[in-house]
């Protein structure tokens, strides 16, 4: 799993315990107790599921999710909003707003991470697979094998980790800073021209005499994985 997660919360307990569980579980995490900071980061990056308290200092959560809704880019992102009000009347505010689900405080990491996993499979599927396929490319996570047109690929690991960020967002154009992002971490000092030198290998690994090239780079964009032949 390496489904990116952001979690907007000011309780600092919580997003350590939040964050160390949803890590453990092989999620990338951002986190921020604002919510006008959340709206920015938003603009920069594409979580692939926010994690949204309703009480927060300044712009409210609610108000936040009414904002995500209402933007093209961010209208069918999926929204787990966590909440110290459990009345009827709260949960059904939340769910109109556009909320997808709606959890009370307290609540269990277990069932917490269960609807996590649930939403993600509903709204991002190939986050979750086990096994992604695309351009006559397998990439199989529990084997931790690519193979290509039936034959075994040798990659490394950083360009199996390219390769599983390219196949988990097929047909979608991923800027250079998205890919550092995804393979290296946020808190990375890696060069963007670095992204340029594994592309270069993953592509040498992946092609063979006239195979097509899965990888097509985007003048001033950065790359995207054409899904098919």
Not at 11 to 32: C, F, Q, R
């Amino acid at each position: 799993m390496s489904a990116k997660i952001l979690i907007v919360e000011d309780e600092e307990s919580l997003v350590t315990l939040l964050t160390y569980n949803l890590k453990a579980e092989g999620y990338s995490v951002v986190h921020t107790a604002s919510g006008t900071d959340a709206l920015m980061i938003l603009q920069e990056e594409r979580p692939d599921l926010v994690i949204l308290d309703w009480m927060l200092p300044g712009l409210a959560g609610i108000e936040i999710c009414r904002q995500i809704r209402a933007r093209l880019d961010t209208r069918s992102l999926p929204i787990i909003m966590l909440t110290a009000r459990g009345e009827e009347g709260d949960r059904i505010r939340g769910l109109q707003t556009g909320a997808d689900d709606y959890i009370v405080k307290p609540f269990s990491v277990s069932e917490f991470l269960a609807r996590v996993t649930a939403l993600l499979r509903r709204a991002s599927p190939e986050r979750i697979a086990n096994v992604l396929v695309g351009n006559g490319i397998k990439l199989d996570r529990v084997a931790h094998r690519v193979t290509r047109f039936g034959r075994e690929v040798n990659v490394g690991p950083t360009e199996y980790r390219l390769l599983e960020q390219f196949m988990e967002n097929m047909g979608r154009v991923l800027s250079r800073a998205q890919l550092l992002d995804g393979t290296w971490g946020r808190e990375s000092d890696v060069d963007e021209r670095t992204v340029d030198v594994h592309v270069g290998r993953l592509r040498k690994a992946l092609v063979r005499g006239t195979e097509p090239d899965p990888i097509r780079t985007v003048r001033g964009a950065g790359y995207v994985f054409d899904s098919d032949l």
